[in-house]
């Protein structure tokens, strides 16, 4: 299947800090990025759709201001937490849709990024 | 709005023995179904799919069938493997391609 590259794959930061999360698919072009949050023990609950070229869609209760997210290529999105606090600790997973090809519209996902936030 | 309901675990099995993991949704449109797997330490990968009514998603020995009149995708599995240890995901992708999901149900397949 087809690859999305997500990195830093663990990231430990001191508390006021921005931190930048990239999501990259390697052999497809994506559209449309998804990013999700992962709580121990829980399920992915989605932050944002990612859209190339234009500002992305939030989901009630995510902060827009918190959570930036830049798409400004096919296969590249960035997800950059600002000002990050003990409590963005989590597990942030981006998931890319395929553009054409025989895997239109399916969804692939990058192995996930653990965010620590001292 | 859309939503997955989806089995609580863990789920402890021996190995050989039979798994469903039940999936329930709710959904306004046609839906299509998911199941995903999340290996220990590795990212969500899809192990199988329906799109419509009574279509039977399989892969790995998997099976799941997409009943709207239960509004159901239970997974099912013969004989679980060591191997198969992982945690689970039912997903629905709605009308405006955005996808939902269960809260996972972690399986642990002992020999």
């Known amino acids: 299947g087809a690859v999305v590259s997500q990195h830093p794959s663990w990231v430990i930061c001191k508390s006021g800090t921005s931190v930048k999360i990239e999501c990259r698919s390697l052999d497809f072009q994506a559209t449309t990025m998804f990013w999700y949050r992962q709580f121990p023990k829980q399920s992915l609950m989605l932050m944002a759709t990612?859209?190339?070229?234009?500002?992305?869609?939030?989901e009630q209760g995510v902060e827009k201001d918190k959570f930036l997210i830049n798409h400004a290529s096919l296969t590249l999105s960035t997800l950059t937490v600002t000002s990050a606090h003990p409590e963005d600790s989590s597990f942030y997973i981006c998931?890319?849709?395929?553009?054409?090809?025989?895997?239109?519209?399916?969804?692939?996902f990058g192995e996930g990024s653990r965010l620590t936030v001292l | 709005g859309d939503s997955v309901t989806q089995m609580e675990g863990p789920v402890t099995l021996s190995e050989e023995a039979f798994l469903t993991i039940n999936c329930t949704y709710t959904?306004?449109?046609?839906?299509?179904l998911f199941w995903y797997v999340q290996y220990p330490g590795e990212g969500l990968q899809l192990l199988l799919k329906?799109?419509?009514?009574?279509d039977k998603g399989s892969n790995k020995g998997f099976e799941a069938t997409y009943r709207k009149e239960t509004t159901s995708f239970h997974l099912e599995k013969g004989s679980v493997q060591v191997s198969d240890s992982a945690v689970y995901f039912c997903a629905l992708r709605g009308a405006g391609n955005q996808f939902y999901f269960g809260t996972g149900t972690s399986l642990t397949v002992i020999p």
């Open positions: 329906a799109t419509k009514a009574d």
């Open positions: 959904a306004t449109g046609y839906p299509s």
């Open positions: 990612s859209n190339e070229g234009s500002k992305a869609t939030y």
């Open positions: 998931s890319a849709k395929a553009s054409g090809g025989t895997q239109n519209g399916e969804l692939f």
